[in-house]
T-cell receptor, first 111, second 115 residues
Framework: NAGVTQTPKFRVLKTGQSMTLLCAQDMNHEYMYWYRQDPGMGLRLIHY???????AKGEVPDGYNVSRLKKQNFLLGLESAAPSQTSVYFC??????????FGAGTRLSVL | QQQVKQSPQSLIVQKGGISIINCAYE??????FPWYQQFPGKGPALLIA?????SEKKEGRFTISFNKSAKQFSLHIMDSQPGDSATYFCALQASFEGSARQLTFGSGTQLTVLP
């Protein structure tokens, strides 16, 4: 039982490049989330999903897209990376309840 | 807009001391008030949480105090230990299931407990 697994752990991009971050959970959770964490700003919600095939915008969705084709996977895409997207990205999942379980994060630098 | 204000930004406490972190919120559309603990290089993990119909909840050395009328809640860590050194986030959890019960996080408090 791995919980929430994020890949990759680290990535460096050049401005304008694209990439996809993968989140996988093996707990059969309905809800999944993508956050970004920046110094002094806590975690901010980018996008979330209430179930397979559904996604919705969070607080800071601009510049990101997501997909949830399978219940266990939640993908975060950056179509044209910008330096402002340099951050640590966390994925989380939750059953139909209160607790969110977080992955270990992906550290992304955009040069 | 910042829905939850957390203070202090950083806190240094001697081993055995009491650590206190405070959060204040504005909107009342939340029904669950968790605290998450994050160690360096790890994701946040739920530490303790409280519902607004309760004024205090204690789990071991960790206590949440909740003041609904003042829209404030705080985390108290008794007998603080070096292993408690971490970043602590308060959060507000939305009551609406259609929103996936989103969390709105405070800005975090970096706690250092000196040996």
């Amino acid at each position: 039982n791995a919980g929430v697994t994020q890949t990759p752990k680290f990535r460096v991009l050049k401005t304008g490049q694209s990439m996809t971050l993968l989140c996988a959970q093996d707990m059969n959770h309905e809800y999944m989330y993508w956050y970004r964490q920046d110094p002094g700003m806590g975690l901010r919600l980018i996008h979330y999903s209430v179930g397979e095939g559904t996604t919705a915008k969070g607080e800071v969705p601009d510049g990101y897209n997501v997909s949830r084709l399978k219940k266990q996977n939640f993908l975060l895409g950056l179509e044209s990376a910008a330096p402002s997207q340099t951050s640590v990205y966390f994925c989380a999942s939750s059953p139909l309840g209160n607790i969110q379980y977080f992955g270990a994060g992906t550290r992304l630098s955009v040069l | 807009q910042q829905q939850v204000k957390q203070s202090p930004q950083s806190l240094i406490v001697q081993k055995g001391g009491i650590s206190i972190i405070n959060c204040a919120y504005e909107n009342t559309a939340f029904d669950y008030f968790p605290w998450y603990q994050q160690f360096p290089g790890k994701g946040p993990a739920l530490l303790i949480a409280i519902r607004p119909d309760v004024s205090e909840k204690k789990e071991g050395r960790f206590t949440i105090s909740f003041n609904k009328s003042a829209k404030q809640f705080s985390l108290h860590i008794m007998d603080s230990q070096p292993g408690d050194s971490a970043t602590y986030f308060c959060a507000l959890q939305a009551s609406f299931e259609g929103s996936a019960r989103q969390l709105t996080f405070g800005s975090g408090t970096q706690l250092t407990v000196l040996p």
